[in-house]
Structures are given as structure tokens and as C-alpha cells.
Nanobody, 116 residues
Framework: QVQFVESGGGLVQPGGSLRLSCAAS????????IHWYRQSPGKQRELVATTYHTGGTFYADHAKGRFTIFRDNAKNTAYLQMNSLKPEDTGVYFCNVPYGGSLRPWGRGTQVTVSS
């Protein structure tokens, strides 16, 4: 079955950086796009960034210029490099794949807290 293990979150001060990792299994990783989502306190889960299997990327407005998504197909792992972090970036970050016509069940995510 499709599974995700997110890691790399933690507590960081405003302006700091984190690199999140998404280790995926249960599907042919290299031929699918991978999404990073986040769920912040009091908000709906929202798309942060996408890495397409063709090499392109997508970023939500709040991520442009600060976040970089990339992937290592040999390791079945996607990453989200997060720089210049702001308190509003606080939330639980998840990865997922549009496999079988829809997103798969969510993993447990990794908590990111940006605070002084």
C-alpha cells in the first residue's frame, strides 16, 4: 500500500530554515508527482508545493521565493527546503501522491513550529 513517512520538522525561530523529507513507498515513485501540503491552526489543509515527474514544480503564493521542492527518485524521497520561515508557516506538513485517481490516505505528517 501507498505510505509516507514525513520527517524533518521542529521548532525554529522566524527567519530560520528546515528541510523536510518524505519517504514514500507502495508505488512507482519516479513516474508520479508528489505534493507537499500543510495544515495550520484554524485553517484548512492547503497545497504548498508540487514536484512533477517531468521535472517541473509548482509553488503556492505563500511559498514562492522561500521554499524549494525537489526529489531523489533513487531514494523514493521528496524534500521541501524551507527558508526565511515565518510564524504563519507553523503547522503539520504532509506529502501525498495523486495515485489511483485521488490522493492517498494521509500519513502522520511532521510538525513545524516557527516561534521566537
Amino acid at each position: 500500500q501507498v505510505q509516507f513517512v514525513e520527517s524533518g520538522g521542529g521548532l525554529v525561530q522566524p527567519g530560520g530554515s528546515l528541510r523536510l523529507s518524505c519517504a514514500a513507498s507502495g508505488f512507482t515513485f519516479r513516474i508520479y508527482p508528489i505534493h507537499w501540503y500543510r495544515q495550520s491552526p484554524g485553517k484548512q489543509r492547503e497545497l504548498v508545493a508540487t514536484t512533477y515527474h517531468t521535472g517541473g514544480t509548482f509553488y503556492a503564493d505563500h511559498a514562492k521565493g522561500r521554499f524549494t521542492i525537489f526529489r531523489d527518485n533513487a531514494k523514493n524521497t521528496a524534500y521541501l527546503q524551507m527558508n526565511s520561515l515565518k510564524p504563519e508557516d507553523t503547522g503539520v506538513y504532509f506529502c501525498n501522491v495523486p495515485y489511483g485517481g485521488s490522493l492517498r490516505p494521509w500519513g502522520r505528517g511532521t510538525q513545524v513550529t516557527v516561534s521566537s
